[in-house]
């Protein structure tokens, strides 16, 4: 470290510009690896002889996805398969030769699948209204049909810390529930299992890793005029919030992974109904109520440290459960 900041005080402007870059990349390349790293050890996403199948929509989000999962098998004790799947919705202009070409240059198996849903989803919701409900439905139910074809034991979605934090959002503001994207679950006919290993990692990072790679992005032109989606308005409600309060969005997220159902409404979660005096006291009180000092953030890492990544490996892929 000593011998790098001496190399950047000496070297002319452009030398330290240019160490300073490779410097921030590669913190940013560490804290992508770890933060992955962490959401699949955390819900177990990947398993050995897992056939993980990557959704590659042209996007930053799955572009970053793959690059990272990529990475993170090359140092896995453990073996698993990757195949990417595109679904060529045969949107006008879509440029159908540049996923295939960069998969081929990447050399990882991947499956194009064409389906028209474009013109389904344009001709059934009226011009001016949000498409993306049905347009999901529609791609989701294809996708995991693709999955059984390619005998994929998980299907590996691109969606990051702001997309479930923006979905969390939404649903509070105008579902009156709370929920969000979970980082793991299981499709309603309990076949597939659908896992985000992108859950801890924010979206500025992945802005800023896509613009070092520069991925081929392909714009969703479906949907991407629509800007005043309710999403779009979430999304701009946490970026204020970043600004105006640093920390602010950390502590929300770290939220939903930190629920007292007694200290809620829930009648399903709790058992409010027959909750009587015991005699003994409750931890889990009424001194929830009591002032709580805010915390850090729950990753509570240097940025400078390597992170022992090949110990790391073996935590996050394990062979199965217990091992």
Known sequence: ??????????????GRARLKLERERNKLEKRLMREAGRAIADFNMIEAGDRVMV???????????????LKLRERAPIDFDIVAVNLDQKQPGFPDDVLPRYLSELGVPFHIETQDTYSIVTRVIPEGKTMCSLCSRLRRGILYRVADELKATKIALGHHRDDILATFF???????????????????????????????????????????????????????????????????????WERAFPGRIENIFNALSRVTPSHLLDRELFDFANLKPTGVPDPGGDVAFDHVDPQPSSSGCNDDADGDLSEQTVRFFRAGPGR
């Open 170 to 240: 939404l649903n509070m503001f105008y579902g009156g529930q709370l929920k969000s994207m979970p980082p793991k679950l299981v499709s309603d006919d309990g076949r597939h299992t659908v896992i985000r290993p992108l859950a801890y990692v924010k979206e500025d990072d992945l802005v800023a890793y896509a613009e070092w790679k520069a991925f081929p992005i392909i714009p969703c032109n479906l949907c991407g005029s629509q800007e005043n989606l309710k999403r779009k308005e979430a999304g701009r409600l946490i970026d204020e």
């Open 1 to 14: 470290m000593n011998a790098i900041v001496s190399a950047v005080a000496n070297a002319p402007d452009a």
């Open 55 to 69: 959704c590659l929509s042209g996007g930053k989000d799955s572009y970053g996805m793959l690059d990272i999962l």
